[in-house]
């Protein structure tokens, strides 16, 4: 099982950067290869994605959301990932996110990419694609304040 765990600080405030990010249909639009994200219901998620030349596809769950502190998931179905983020506040306008997600590569192809740093790059840019959209609008597009516990 492969992992990753990238952080970057965002000029916006903890509230707008954790509503932004739970604005989850909106990740096509700074997730390299993210084609698709549904939310089927509170917890429940549907993505479609290019991975390494090849559509994916699968469902996760959203195992514990705490508004302005972490989103932690695990998929269900399809592509083996799971992780979590978090939010931290550094002061009153900034704020620390921190992405630590688990995949399995699901074949030699795959598991070269990762060998060779492609998941781990590719983080990085979704998550400054994610600082400059969030920065550049400076409010978030939608917002859930909603808790999940861990079951």
Do not use: C, H
Not at 87 to 116: A, C
């Amino acid at each position: 099982m492969g992992s990753v765990e990238k952080t970057i600080e965002v000029d916006v405030p903890v509230t707008t950067a954790y509503n932004q990010w739970t604005q989850f249909e909106e990740f096509p639009r700074f997730m390299e290869g993210v084609q698709e994200v549904r939310q089927l219901d509170d917890s429940r998620l549907y993505w479609k994605a290019d991975v390494g030349g090849r559509d994916k596809e699968w469902y996760a769950r959203i195992l514990e959301q705490v508004p302005d502190q972490r989103v932690a998931w695990q998929s269900e179905q399809g592509a083996q990932n799971g992780g979590q983020v978090m939010f931290e506040p550094v002061d009153d306008s900034r704020t620390r996110i921190t992405l630590n997600m688990q995949y399995e590569p699901d074949d030699f192809v795959e598991s070269v990419g990762d060998v060779l740093g492609f998941v781990s790059r590719r983080v990085q840019a979704d998550l400054e694609r994610f600082k400059e959209f969030i920065e550049a609008s400076g409010q978030e597009t939608g917002a859930w304040r909603g808790s999940i516990t861990a079951r």
